[in-house]
């Protein structure tokens, strides 16, 4: 079973907040992830990271930023939230070796009103 | 551009069999991996082709032909708790994943 954790799961914030989605895994894994996907939708790439101080934009930056300080903890901060950040974001890791599957987080659900 | 098609929606029959097709065009290959996703829930993975033919685990199989840039995933003896959303993802020739809507699978009695 993969030990892959997100907080907060779900969040319900006002705009021009600025926030931060918290992921940590404990599997030693290099790679980690952050996808954004809306219900019935494709999982969009945010940011990846290939290990400590490494850091990606994905196709959708969405305004946002990662770090990677340690390599169990990859956050996600998004520096003033939109209506438009409202949804579904998914933290994910994976070994080194390219074809390895990702393993995922249960996801926090963001709402900005 | 890079692209994934699945159908949308599904419908089978508790104990049946269903196919869910994939098929893909991406700027090089360097596999394919089948996801799970229950409503409300994180991804889970299923698979992973890389070369030519069918790979068997349980009930579930998948199936890669890399000339015809088609997969699909067959599921036998369905369950109820089958129900879910299948995700195709292609590893591209950047190793970046290419993902899918995914394919709603609904699982009737």
């Known amino acids: 079973e993969a030990d892959i954790y997100q907080t907060p799961r779900y969040l319900v914030i006002g705009t021009g907040k600025k926030i931060t989605l918290e992921c940590s895994q404990t599997?030693?894994?290099?790679?980690m992830y952050w996808y954004q996907q809306d219900p019935g939708m494709e999982l969009h790439l945010i940011h990846y990271?290939?290990?400590?101080?490494?850091?990606e934009k994905g196709d959708l930056s969405s305004e946002s930023t990662v770090s990677r300080i340690r390599t169990e903890h990859f956050p996600l901060t998004l520096e003033s939230a939109r209506p438009s950040h409202t949804s579904q974001y998914l933290c994910a890791s994976s070994e080194g070796r390219e074809m390895s599957e990702q393993y995922f987080g249960p996801g926090t659900r963001l709402t900005v009103t | 551009g890079q692209n994934i098609d699945q159908p949308t929606e599904m419908t089978a029959t508790e104990g049946a069999i269903v196919q869910i097709n994939c098929t893909y065009q991406t700027s090089g290959f360097n596999g394919l991996f089948w996801y799970q996703q229950h409503a409300g829930e994180a991804p889970t993975f299923l698979s992973y082709n890389v070369l030519d033919g069918l790979e068997e685990k349980g009930r579930f199989s998948s199936f890669l032909s890399r000339s015809k840039g088609y997969s699909y995933l067959l599921l036998k003896e369905l369950q109820m708790k089958d129900s879910a959303s299948y995700l195709c993802a292609v590893l591209d020739s950047n190793y970046q994943l290419i993902w899918g809507a995914g394919t709603k699978l609904i699982i009737k009695p």
């Open positions: 990271s290939y290990g400590v101080n490494s850091t």
């Open positions: 599997m030693g894994h290099d790679k």
